[in-house]
């Protein structure tokens, strides 16, 4: 089971030069499949998985396999701002807005005008706000802040969470109606200890992408190691994968994986 070089073409898609989609597992091959379903339609989508598991990617893909692939891809992650500057970075302002705002600015939503925004850790959306993301969503028109007069924007919104948002809705921090519009269609990815047959395309993968990087040359990852790294539990999951092969590759030794998986319990 040595490491060797496998063209991730054959598995599945990069994107960017920098993010690839890999389907080397039956569960992922039916997500590809629904992808190509959806990807074409303006259907809202929400991506739900683990942390780590790849839910960008996702959205990147039916970004790129969409109608839409020439415009922008705007991409918000929901818990990077508080309150205040969410709003902003949202909907806009006009000049005089409040103190500082010296001249107009549009908000992510006028950015991303006839192509995708994806809303990264979506549960994180501030409740006093969620109703107008809301009535941005469901008309197409947005207000700026200061402002007086509503923009019409065109965009497809793709939605990505690690929680339950059934239980946010019952826990009253999130909007049922809010959660409807958004779960137009469900794509849930499985973690990456469910799919572990991946484990050694995304070993070869991140082993030639840091490889090339720092411009190194590594021997074949042994038997014993690669063993260890598909029954590790890897609760970070993909994410979590690709740091423990940037160590290797930026640290030059197999004992660096060997260590931490020992201390880990996953090697004896």
């Given at each position: 089971m040595?490491?060797?070089?496998?063209?991730?073409?054959?598995?599945?898609?990069?994107f960017?030069?920098?993010?690839?989609?890999?389907?080397?597992?039956?569960?992922m091959?039916?997500?590809?499949e629904?992808?190509?379903?959806?990807?074409?339609?303006?259907?809202?989508?929400?991506?739900?998985?683990?942390t780590?598991v790849g839910?960008?990617?996702?959205?990147?893909?039916?970004?790129?396999?969409?109608?839409?692939?020439?415009?922008?891809?705007v991409?918000?992650?929901?818990?990077?701002?508080?309150e205040?500057?969410?709003a902003?970075e949202?909907?806009?302002?006009?000049?005089g807005?409040?103190?500082?705002?010296?001249?107009?600015?549009?908000?992510?939503?006028?950015?991303?005008?006839?192509?995708t925004?994806?809303?990264?850790?979506?549960?994180?959306?501030?409740?006093?706000?969620?109703?107008?993301?809301l009535?941005?969503?469901?008309?197409?028109?947005?207000?700026?802040?200061?402002?007086?007069?509503?923009?019409?924007v065109?965009?497809?919104?793709?939605?990505?969470?690690?929680?339950?948002?059934?239980?946010?809705?019952?826990?009253?921090?999130?909007?049922?109606?809010?959660?409807?519009?958004?779960?137009?269609?469900?794509i849930?990815?499985?973690?990456?200890?469910?799919?572990?047959?991946?484990?050694?395309?995304?070993?070869?993968?991140?082993?030639?992408k840091?490889?090339?990087?720092?411009?190194?040359?590594?021997e074949?990852?042994?038997?014993?190691?690669?063993?260890?790294?598909?029954?590790?539990?890897?609760?970070?999951?993909i994410?979590?994968?690709e740091?423990a092969?940037?160590r290797?590759v930026?640290?030059?030794g197999?004992?660096v994986?060997?260590?931490?998986?020992?201390?880990?319990?996953?090697?004896?």
């Open positions: 040595s490491s060797r070089r496998l063209d991730p073409k054959a598995y599945g898609e990069a960017e030069q920098k993010e690839v989609f890999i389907c080397a597992s039956e569960k091959r039916r997500i590809k629904m992808i190509t379903h959806v990807a074409r339609s303006d259907v809202t989508i929400l991506i739900q998985g683990e780590g839910k960008e990617v996702i959205a990147r893909v039916i970004y790129q396999h969409s109608s839409r692939k020439t415009a922008p891809f991409t918000v992650h929901c818990a990077a701002f508080p205040e500057l969410f902003i949202m909907f806009g302002y006009e000049q807005a409040f103190r500082g705002a010296h001249r107009h600015k549009p908000g992510r939503f006028e950015l991303a005008h006839h192509g925004v994806f809303l990264d850790e979506v549960s994180e959306i501030p409740l006093s706000l969620q109703f107008k993301f009535q941005v969503l469901q008309d197409g028109t947005v207000l700026r802040i200061g402002g007086k007069k509503e923009i019409r065109d965009v497809r919104i793709l939605a990505a969470t690690n929680r339950d948002m059934d239980e946010a809705v019952r826990n009253g921090s999130f909007r049922e109606d809010l959660y409807r519009f958004l779960n137009g269609a469900t849930t990815i499985p973690p990456l200890r469910e799919r572990k047959e991946e484990i050694p395309v995304y070993v070869d993968y991140f082993l030639n840091y490889q090339i990087k720092y411009n190194v040359h590594l074949p990852i042994s038997d014993q190691i690669m063993k260890g790294l598909i029954d590790h539990r890897w609760s970070g999951n994410r979590e994968l740091t092969i940037k290797f930026v640290l030059r197999q004992a994986i060997s260590e931490d998986l020992y201390v880990q319990g996953t090697l004896q």
